[in-house]
């Protein structure tokens, strides 16, 4: 059993920084993928970034490269979104997630329907 809860968000204008938390409560925080989702009102459930906490490789969309970073620390058991540069198109619930690896060597997806563990979500505003 996986529990994620995320942290951070909030209002901010365009242009301006936020950085989210993901705190992960597991047997063992090794071995998983972690990823950060976005949605808004009426919109699919779409990744901006995804960490391998074993392997340490990280992956995000042309959408938030350079402006988006995903980080952990396994001592804190957490994984952080730094998100710069802000836009308005960036508002959204942000969610974290988890799923468990098959293997040391399995590939960790972006997509949404290969995590089984959700956090209740944290809201991000930007404005222009």
């Known amino acids: 059993q996986v529990q994620l809860v995320e942290s951070g968000g909030g209002s901010v204008q365009a242009g301006g920084s936020l950085k989210l938390s993901c705190v992960v409560s597991s047997v063992t925080f090794l071995g998983k993928c972690i990823g950060w989702f976005r949605q808004s009102p009426g919109k699919e459930r779409d990744g901006v970034a995804r960490?391998?906490?074993?392997?340490?490789?990280?992956s995000s969309p042309d959408s938030v490269k350079g402006r988006f970073t995903i980080s952990q620390d396994s001592a804190k058991n957490t994984v952080y979104l730094q998100m710069n540069s802000l836009k308005p198109e960036d508002t959204a619930m942000y969610y974290c997630?988890?799923?468990?690896?098959?293997?040391?060597?399995?590939?960790?997806?972006?997509?949404?329907?290969?995590?089984?563990?959700w956090g209740q979500g944290t809201q991000v505003t930007v404005s222009s």
């Open positions: 960490i391998d906490t074993t392997l340490l490789s990280t």
């Open positions: 997630a988890a799923k468990a690896k098959p293997s040391v060597a399995a590939y960790c997806q972006l997509s949404a329907e290969d995590y089984n563990y």
